[in-house]
């Protein structure tokens, strides 16, 4: 997606050579124009499927998960949870996640109630590096017996191995742009 790759590369910093900072535009200031086109073209590059429910993680997942269930005729957003909370009740799908950028081993929890066999499950997230994060959404979605649409990805860093192991299992990976390298703060695109 050239609009993405050129605001990249505009107001993106490679603060090191495997961190991509997006925050004034993505994952903490969002531009809600570019995630309205973001969410057009999630939609024409997953307009073959029946798309009952869109999964992210929290928290930078959220605003552009709502934004682009929009473009699927609004269809619900779940978002798994990173901690343990009083509002989360009754069963629960888990999973367990490395966080690339924390550092940090946590459990993710979504409701059983909000997702089940019935559901036709589009994953998105900002990032795709490693992949953990996405294993474990996976996971809940098999686990709850819907069908998975495939996974949307804003940003994937090509260079790490997540993007490549999710192919290799079969997995429909869509990602708007896809870094080659980040080195000495330049930020290469592949073709």
């Known amino acids: 997606m050239e609009l993405l790759k050129q605001r990249i590369l505009q107001d993106g910093r490679a603060t090191e050579d495997d961190v991509l900072k997006v925050d004034s535009f993505l994952n903490h200031q969002m531009d ?30 959220i605003g552009i998960a709502a934004i682009v269930a929009q473009h699927f005729g609004n269809v619900p957003v779940v978002f798994a949870k990173k901690t343990q909370s ?17 550092g940090t081993v946590y459990d993710i929890q979504v409701s059983r109630k909000f997702l089940g066999p019935q559901d036709c499950v589009l994953i998105l997230d900002d990032f795709l ?13 098999k686990d709850s017996g ?7 990805i804003v ?3 090509g260079f790490q191995d997540g993007g490549r192991i999710l192919r290799a ?6 990602s708007l742009a896809i ?3 980040i080195s000495g703060g330049k930020i290469t695109f592949a073709e």
């Open 146 to 152: 819907a069908k998975l649409a495939g996974c949307g």
């Open 32 to 61: 809600i124009s570019l995630l309205n086109e973001i969410g057009k073209e999630f939609r024409r590059r997953f307009a073959g499927e029946p798309v009952t429910k869109i999964l992210t993680i929290e928290a930078s997942g």
């Open 169 to 174: 299992q079969g997995v429909r990976v869509e």
């Open 86 to 102: 009083r509002n989360l009740d009754g069963a629960l799908y888990t999973a367990r996640v490395q966080s690339f950028t924390k």
């Open 129 to 141: 590096a490693r992949g953990q994060a996405l294993q474990g959404l996976l996971k809940i979605v």
């Open 179 to 181: 870094v080659s390298s």
């Open 155 to 157: 940003i994937e860093k």
